[in-house]
């Protein structure tokens, strides 16, 4: 079983910055894509930014390029998402998520292909 724990999240004002983390347990976490998603209240969860098993390959959604970095430390089983430039449209519970296809150097965009969820972590950013 997959573990998937978020933290970082909280209160920021517009232009400025947040770190989430999301620390992994119960599988060889090397050895997985992973991914970020966003859900604000009264919208469907959107894809922000899939990082490959081996960090060869990242994809963000054009609403965050440039202004979000998604990372990971396979060593210490964490993913990142550096958060710079924020807005109010911003504004969502971030979760990260695990794809279960084995090396898999394409990191999928689409929310269905992940199988292990985190509970979430709250952004909010203030205008």
């Known amino acids: 079983q997959v573990q998937l724990v978020e933290s970082g999240g909280g209160l920021v004002q517009a232009g400025g910055s947040l770190r989430l983390s999301c620390a992994a347990s119960?599988?060889?976490?090397?050895?997985?894509?992973m991914g970020w998603f966003r859900q604000a209240p009264g919208k469907d969860r959107e894809f922000v930014a899939a990082v490959n098993w081996n960090s060869g390959r990242t994809y963000y959604a054009d609403s965050v390029k440039g202004r979000f970095t998604i990372s990971r430390d396979n060593a210490k089983n964490t993913m990142y998402l550096q958060m710079n430039s924020l807005e109010p449209e911003d504004t969502a519970v971030y979760s990260c998520?695990?794809?279960?296809?084995?090396?898999?150097?394409?990191?999928?965009?689409?929310?269905?292909?992940?199988?292990?969820w985190g509970q979430g972590t709250q952004v909010t950013v203030s205008s």
């Open positions: 998520a695990l794809n279960p296809a084995l090396y898999n150097l394409r990191p999928p965009s689409v929310a269905s292909q992940y199988d292990y």
């Open positions: 119960g599988r060889t976490f090397s050895r997985y894509a």
